[in-house]
């Protein structure tokens, strides 16, 4: 589960269905109770039918962590620091070495920590040039980007297009298929 309504969906499923839920948050079910073999089997099928996957293995769990972490605090975490580090940020909270998590995630994903940080950067760009209330150097700000020109080059080259024609003609992707 990647984004809000991702949650929703989750949550509305699981509650049709009777489960006790504890806690959705992106990423993670928090059950009040073990969940036998038929239950997770059940619940694997639904999350299927709704474009999920439930993630049992460890190593695929801690990427799904990572990436949940990420996404959260690109889109949806309106407090983050203004410099963030990603990589403090990313070990502090998954509790493990960033090299290892790094690594991992590589292997797993077949891309970078980085290279994903700086998709979902591009994808919350271009829901900002959207809305069109904020100009380019705010959403460079914003974004922690170095400069409008940094944040313009790096987005042409994900985008093959700058930030101005994207305005005008751009579409966005949906956050669960990055």
Do not use: W
């Amino acid at each position: 589960m990647v984004c809000n309504r991702c949650i929703k969906v989750v949550l509305q499923e699981l509650t049709a269905r009777n489960y006790a839920i504890k806690n959705v948050s992106l990423g993670k079910i928090v059950f009040n109770q073990e969940l036998t073999a038929e239950d997770k089997n059940t619940i694997a099928v639904m999350l299927k039918k709704e474009g999920f996957e439930l993630l049992q293995d460890k190593e695929t769990q801690i990427v799904n962590d990572i990436k949940s972490l990420i996404i959260e605090s690109i889109h949806y975490d309106k407090e983050k620091p203004l410099y963030q580090n990603f990589s403090d940020f990313i070990a502090k909270h998954i509790k493990m070495d960033y090299t290892y998590l790094s690594k991992l995630f590589s292997e797993i994903k077949g891309k970078t920590i980085e290279q994903f940080i700086i998709e979902q950067k591009i994808e919350k760009v271009k829901e900002l040039l959207k809305y069109n209330e904020l100009t380019l150097s705010q959403i460079s700000y914003e974004l922690n980007y170095s400069s409008p020109q940094h944040l313009s080059r790096q987005f042409k080259q994900i985008t093959g297009m700058t930030p101005s024609a994207f305005k005008k003609i751009g579409k966005r992707k949906k956050l669960d298929t990055i």
